[in-house]
């Protein structure tokens, strides 16, 4: 039966379609009631035992962080003024909840004992490794601190929930304020049909003529790759780099609020002992500490920036000698390198989009899904959060079920950019049977026009592999502990390996050809096309490397080395452009006051988790590439070894299971074409 507040109803699947701003208040209200009885209760409880002091505190804190993540969720997805508002005044009390429970020595006291107790001897390997993390987690909580510390480490953590929120919000309201209208249809000439239709669509919902442009990206990425017209690419392009700058709105500015993320950061690791807040962030990954993770980087950066270097000189000869461009602005890069693309392999990304049908892509992607796992999936019904949102369940061959997600493609106003995946609800295992997880899959594509389905670029194809590929990581888990379940207790540095692993298959002809068909004639990619898609498959790779590697050497130094009085944060990114970049932006460039990843996301010291993970991923597909009439075989024990796992052994562990070694860089290389 419903209840009237609809964050207060677990009874079965989320009501996204009866959620308002004005339930979040009194839901959370009851939820934290229930969370500090159940700490208060759980610090006397004796004897201690699992049963009689994990689940109870498993059970309150559980409700309050479901309900609390569909909040969040909706705030990223359909934000509004006042949903905004109930978000940002709960997320205080949210983060202090999280303080004290990390903080609090009567229960670090009875997990302590927990650990002592005979029974301990026969926790299974989940158990042990719950508990194992917990007492980590309250360490580097600030348990171990005296009262001061304790107060002074709650206040940074409520401070830092409520800048990086923050530093997200300026980043959607900057895109979104920006609207550029062009009249005359000639300014547009090089954009794909589709994009125009969508610009005219966009101008007559405002009841304006001609055709809107925006930054949100099925717009601004067409428009810097295809638009002829350059002065529009560059005025798009600096819309797009000032953003959240002193250059725009300045209640929209991020650079006070990265200067203050930094400085809490590194206060929060000093009082817990740590020299800096890498070495805070790496205590619960698979990298042993900075200085591995920086020498991992520039070793990655001295491989590959040979090639970055032969790319880029390939790009600046094509323009000057094919387009008459003397010198290469960063809002020609693209525009650039689709022509030089499409003169060396005879096709492009718009060719090729035509056949991605959206359709055609999902039936492909599920079918990859059956395939190496045995699992189906299915159209379900749920309550959503927009129209566009569909909702699916995966089955076994006995047709049990084994999670459900929801999938929200298409970009639009109010609704965070990139692509991610959340979990809704983790999968459990209670006295009443076990909890089937849930999850979020979510995109920022552009949607059909004129009837037409919708069409995907390959790498918008690779985007949905690649967050399925975490749903699946979340879904398949066959852990029944919360703490250890899914992606929890994973070490973020390997969180990305289900989901690179994933991109393969958008590369394999067998797969390719069955996720394709013509947009208007319904005919399947042609082998001669994806042929010519595999010859340049590793076009500019070395290019995008170095820009990956850019980003992570950043971020790592950014936290281990920065020192505010000696150089700016602008400065710093100077220096690891000098050191690994090929392709260096204007100086009115502020990617840094856009960068969610590390500034309002997980990833602060932990940005290089995706090159670490895709040595990772690359090794562990190279197992299907020796063994190619094995597919389900090879699928079934990665999903044993890797996928099921959850965080209930390292990932270290699981790596090792799954291949009988430790992991080696030669895939990557070669997967990414830059071997001798």
Same mark, same amino acid.
């Given at each position: 039966?419903?209840? =009237?507040?609809?964050?207060?109803? /677990?009874?079965?699947?989320?009501?996204?379609?009866?959620? &308002?701003?004005?339930?979040?208040?009194?839901?959370?209200?009851?939820?934290?009631?229930?969370?500090?009885?159940?700490?208060?209760?759980?610090?006397?409880?004796?004897?201690?035992?699992?049963?009689? *002091?994990?689940? %109870?505190?498993?059970?309150?804190?559980?409700?309050?962080?479901?309900?609390?993540?569909?909040?969040?969720?909706?705030?990223?997805?359909?934000?509004?003024?006042?949903?905004?508002?109930?978000?940002?005044?709960?997320?205080?009390?949210?983060?202090?909840?999280?303080?004290?429970?990390? @903080?609090? =020595?009567?229960?670090?006291?009875? +997990?302590?004992?927990?650990?002592?107790?005979?029974?301990?001897?026969?926790?299974?390997?989940?158990?042990?490794?719950?508990?194992?993390?917990?007492?980590?987690?309250?360490?580097?909580?600030?348990?171990?601190?005296?009262?001061?510390?304790?107060?002074?480490?709650?206040?940074?953590?409520?401070?830092?929930?409520?800048?990086?929120?923050?530093?997200?919000?300026?980043?959607?309201?900057?895109?979104?304020?920006?609207?550029?209208?062009?009249?005359?249809?000639?300014?547009?000439?090089?954009?794909?049909?589709?994009?125009?239709?969508?610009?005219?669509?966009?101008? @007559?919902?405002?009841?304006?003529?001609?055709?809107?442009?925006?930054?949100?990206?099925?717009?601004?990425?067409?428009?810097?790759?295809?638009?002829?017209?350059?002065?529009?690419?560059?005025?798009?392009?600096?819309?797009?780099?000032?953003?959240?700058?002193?250059?725009?709105?300045?209640?929209?500015?991020?650079? $006070?609020?990265?200067?203050?993320?930094?400085?809490?950061?590194?206060?929060?690791?000093?009082?817990?002992?740590?020299?800096?807040?890498?070495?805070?962030?790496?205590?619960?990954?698979?990298?042993?500490?900075?200085?591995?993770?920086?020498?991992?980087? &520039?070793?990655?950066?001295?491989?590959?920036?040979? +090639?970055?270097?032969?790319?880029?000189?390939?790009?600046?000869?094509?323009?000057?000698?094919?387009?008459?461009?003397?010198?290469?602005?960063?809002?020609?890069?693209?525009?650039?390198?689709?022509?030089?693309? @499409?003169?060396?392999?005879?096709?492009?990304?718009?060719?090729?989009?035509?056949?991605?049908?959206?359709?055609?892509?999902?039936?492909?992607? /599920?079918?990859?899904?059956?395939?190496?796992?045995?699992?189906?999936?299915?159209?379900?019904?749920?309550?959503?959060?927009?129209?566009?949102?569909?909702?699916?369940?995966?089955?076994?061959?006995?047709?049990?079920?084994?999670?459900? /997600?929801?999938?929200?493609?298409?970009?639009?106003?109010?609704?965070?950019?990139?692509?991610?995946?959340?979990?809704?609800?983790?999968?459990? #295992?209670?006295?009443? $049977?076990?909890?089937? %997880?849930?999850?979020?899959?979510?995109?920022? /594509?552009?949607?059909?026009?004129?009837?037409? %389905?919708?069409?995907?670029?390959?790498?918008?194809?690779?985007?949905?592999?690649?967050?399925?590929?975490?749903?699946?990581?979340?879904?398949?888990?066959?852990?029944?502990?919360?703490?250890?379940?899914?992606?929890?207790?994973?070490?973020?540095?390997?969180?990305?390996?289900?989901?690179?692993?994933?991109?393969?298959?958008?590369?394999?002809?067998? @797969? #390719?050809?069955?996720?394709?068909?013509?947009?208007?004639?319904?005919?399947?990619?042609?082998?001669?096309?994806?042929?010519?898609?595999?010859?340049?498959?590793?076009?500019?790779?070395?290019?995008?490397?170095?820009?990956?590697?850019?980003?992570?050497?950043?971020?790592?130094?950014?936290?281990?080395?920065?020192?505010?009085?000696?150089?700016?944060?602008?400065?710093?990114?100077?220096?690891?452009?000098?050191?690994?970049?090929?392709?260096?932006?204007?100086?009115?460039? &502020?990617?840094?006051?856009?960068?969610?990843?590390?500034?309002?996301?997980?990833?602060?010291?932990?940005?290089?988790?995706?090159?670490?993970?895709?040595?990772?991923?690359?090794?562990?597909?190279?197992?299907?590439?020796?063994? %190619? $009439?094995?597919?389900?075989?090879?699928?079934?024990? *990665?999903?044993?070894?890797?996928?099921?796992?959850?965080?209930?052994?390292?990932?270290?562990?699981?790596?090792?299971?799954? &291949?009988?070694?430790?992991?080696?860089?030669?895939?990557?290389?070669?997967?990414?074409?830059?071997?001798?």
């Amino acid at each position: 039966m419903n209840t =009237p507040n609809p964050l207060l109803d /677990f009874s079965g699947l989320p009501r996204f379609d009866a959620i &308002r701003a004005e339930h979040v208040t009194p839901a959370i209200d009851v939820l934290l009631a229930e969370a500090e009885a159940a700490v208060k209760a759980a610090e006397t409880v004796a004897p201690v035992s699992w049963e009689a *002091f994990v689940v %109870p505190l498993d059970d309150a804190t559980e409700r309050l962080y479901r309900a609390w993540g569909q909040v969040s969720h909706l705030q990223a997805v359909v934000n509004t003024l006042e949903l905004r508002e109930a978000y940002n005044a709960n997320l205080p009390r949210i983060s202090r909840f999280g303080s004290s429970v990390a @903080q609090n =020595p009567a229960l670090y006291a009875q +997990y302590k004992l927990l650990a002592a107790a005979p029974e301990a001897a026969g926790y299974d390997q989940a158990q042990r490794k719950a508990l194992e993390n917990a007492l980590r987690d309250f360490r580097l909580g600030g348990a171990e601190l005296d009262d001061a510390g304790k107060a002074r480490f709650a206040e940074l953590q409520e401070e830092l929930s409520g800048l990086q929120a923050k530093f997200s919000q300026n980043v959607l309201d900057a895109g979104d304020a920006f609207a550029l209208y062009v009249d005359v249809a000639d300014d547009l000439l090089g954009l794909p049909d589709d994009v125009i239709a969508s610009a005219r669509a966009a101008a @007559q919902k405002d009841g304006r003529d001609g055709y809107k442009l925006t930054l949100q990206m099925p717009c601004y990425l067409p428009v810097q790759t295809y638009a002829d017209n350059r002065a529009l690419r560059e005025q798009l392009y600096r819309a797009h780099a000032m953003r959240a700058s002193e250059f725009g709105d300045a209640a929209l500015d991020n650079t $006070g609020n990265i200067d203050r993320i930094l400085a809490v950061r590194a206060e929060l690791a000093a009082l817990l002992g740590f020299d800096n807040y890498a070495e805070y962030s790496i205590a619960t990954k698979m990298a042993s500490d900075a200085p591995q993770v920086l020498s991992f980087l &520039r070793d990655l950066a001295a491989r590959a920036k040979p +090639y970055a270097q032969r790319d880029r000189a390939e790009l600046e000869a094509f323009a000057r000698e094919q387009l008459g461009m003397d010198e290469l602005q960063a809002w020609d890069l693209a525009y650039v390198a689709e022509k030089l693309k @499409q003169a060396r392999y005879s096709y492009s990304e718009q060719e090729v989009k035509q056949y991605f049908t959206e359709p055609k892509v999902l039936a492909g992607l /599920f079918g990859v899904i059956e395939r190496l796992y045995g699992l189906k999936v299915e159209q379900d019904s749920a309550p959503v959060w927009h129209e566009d949102v569909r909702f699916y369940r995966l089955v076994g061959a006995d047709g049990a079920l084994v999670g459900q /997600f929801y999938m929200d493609l298409y970009a639009r106003e109010g609704k965070r950019g990139g692509a991610w995946m959340d979990d809704c609800r983790n999968r459990r #295992v209670t006295a009443a $049977g076990v909890q089937t %997880p849930l999850v979020y899959l979510v995109c920022n /594509f552009g949607r059909g026009n004129d009837g037409k %389905p919708a069409t995907f670029s390959h790498d918008e194809v690779t985007t949905v592999f690649h967050e399925m590929g975490h749903g699946l990581h979340q879904l398949l888990t066959r852990i029944g502990e919360l703490a250890v379940a899914g992606i929890n207790g994973v070490e973020w540095d390997a969180v990305e390996l289900p989901s690179q692993f994933m991109e393969n298959f958008c590369w394999e002809w067998e @797969q #390719v050809q069955a996720m394709t068909a013509h947009v208007d004639t319904g005919v399947p990619l042609p082998r001669e096309l994806f042929d010519k898609m595999l010859a340049a498959k590793n076009f500019q790779s070395g290019m995008f490397t170095v820009r990956q590697l850019e980003f992570g050497l950043f971020d790592m130094l950014l936290h281990s080395q920065y020192q505010p009085e000696q150089e700016s944060v602008l400065q710093l990114l100077e220096r690891v452009r000098d050191e690994v970049a090929v392709n260096i932006p204007p100086a009115w460039n &502020r990617f840094a006051n856009q960068f969610s990843h590390i500034f309002a996301g997980g990833y602060a010291a932990g940005y290089y988790s995706y090159k670490w993970a895709e040595v990772l991923s690359a090794d562990a597909y190279a197992a299907f590439e020796e063994a %190619p $009439g094995a597919l389900a075989e090879t699928g079934a024990r *990665f999903r044993d070894e890797v996928l099921s796992r959850g965080g209930s052994r390292s990932a270290a562990e699981n790596f090792r299971a799954f &291949r009988g070694r430790e992991p080696q860089i030669d895939a990557l290389l070669r997967h990414s074409g830059m071997t001798a």
